[in-house]
């Protein structure tokens, strides 16, 4: 009995051992399965973020994002764009991310900086004599920017990216501003910022020409003080029917029957009259009631994504006529208070 007592437990101790050492194997075996699919996971996040990198902008003014209309025209690219910024030890963290934030928008983008005494030879081939110089080439098409902020590097992208300049034609000869004139009321620095994005700037005289010049893209009125002839209407009229586009800016104070009439044929009534904004406007900056201040724009592409206060000195209302013209439509751009 005793003996066959002994037999029974070692038996059953044996057969413990054997669950239990059973039970480690199927611990160890899924502590190893656990530690190989992470080590799987860890690889398969290494590999992702090596070849498809991920960056976040937490500042809460988003000061190391790109602006919806820089998006725009990165996500236009068709060809390889590189960024060569040339500042002192080829480091400066603040450029170094806003060059970033291109590439990471765009595979096509290179980017790099390079310190101008180190390697002179590209300093020279781009003809750098500065530091916080940028050269942006696409193609055998460079331009250089004399700062790496947003606005330039875009500017500067479309430059090198576009085919011709674009012609944009500015009427003069009826007391209109000039893209040459630098006074206060002047439009000389949307004449270089124009220059910068590849249009070309062409002061057009109708009454000399005849007719608006076929390769305009656009025909700009500046603010004229004096009206158009009635020949001059018809011209911007058959410019206009024939699908060409025109961008007019009409101040108050200024008798311009002929214009005023160019305008109601699509159904925009420009109003004799001046804008008094005494719900918002911009006393905030040192201005009267007299210079109505906006920051609502409407749905239209031409003002999607644009986010920045204007403000106008006496401008002219303008209303959209009731009815309208047979297959027209119009809305407006900005509105004040």
């Known amino acids: ?15 413990r051992q054997f669950v239990s ?6 611990q160890w075996t899924f502590a190893g399965v656990r530690l190989v699919l992470l080590l799987a996971t860890l690889f398969f996040v290494s590999w992702v973020a090596n070849y498809n990198p991920v960056t976040w902008d937490l500042t809460d003014a988003g000061l190391f994002s790109l602006s919806e209309q820089s998006l725009s025209v990165v ?9 060569i910024a040339f500042v002192r030890g080829a480091e400066d963290p603040a450029t170094q991310r806003a060059l970033e934030a291109y590439a990471d928008a ?7 900086l390079v310190d101008p005494e180190a390697d002179p030879a590209l300093a020279a081939e781009f003809q750098v004599r500065d530091y916080n110089t940028l050269v942006v080439q696409a193609g055998d ?6 700062e790496v902020k947003e606005p330039a590097i875009t500017n500067a992208i479309l430059a090198v990216t576009r085919g011709e300049p ?7 000869g009826h007391g209109e501003r000039t893209p040459d004139d630098r006074d206060r009321v002047g439009l000389s620095a949307a004449n270089t910022a124009l220059s910068q994005t ?3 700037v062409r002061p057009t005289n109708l009454a000399v020409s005849g007719g608006v010049p076929d390769d305009c893209r656009v025909v700009v009125l500046a603010g004229p003080t004096n009206d158009i002839q009635s020949s001059e209407r018809e011209a911007l009229e058959a410019y206009r029917d024939g699908g060409g586009r025109l961008l007019a800016m009409l101040e108050s104070r200024a008798d311009i029957p002929e214009i005023t009439a160019l305008l109601a044929r699509y159904g925009v009534v420009a109003n004799d009259d001046f804008v008094i904004d005494t719900g918002r406007n911009g006393q905030a900056f040192g201005l009267g009631v007299q210079v109505p201040m906006v920051d609502a724009y409407s749905p239209p592409p031409v003002t999607d ?6 403000m106008y000195n006496m401008p002219r209302s303008l209303t959209v006529a009731d009815p309208m013209p047979a297959g027209l439509a119009a809305g407006p751009l900005a509105v004040s208070t």
Do not use: H
């Open 1 to 15: 009995m005793s003996k066959a007592m002994s037999t029974d437990a070692a038996t059953g101790w044996a057969g």
């Open 21 to 26: 050492t059973s039970i480690r194997i199927t």
């Open 75 to 83: 996500d236009s690219l068709e060809q390889p764009v590189s960024m």
């Open 106 to 112: 765009s595979p096509l983008i290179n980017v790099r």
């Open 141 to 146: 098409r460079v331009q250089r920017a004399a």
């Open 166 to 172: 674009v012609p944009v034609c500015f009427l003069y």
């Open 198 to 200: 590849n249009y070309e």
């Open 305 to 310: 994504g644009f986010r920045l206060m204007t």
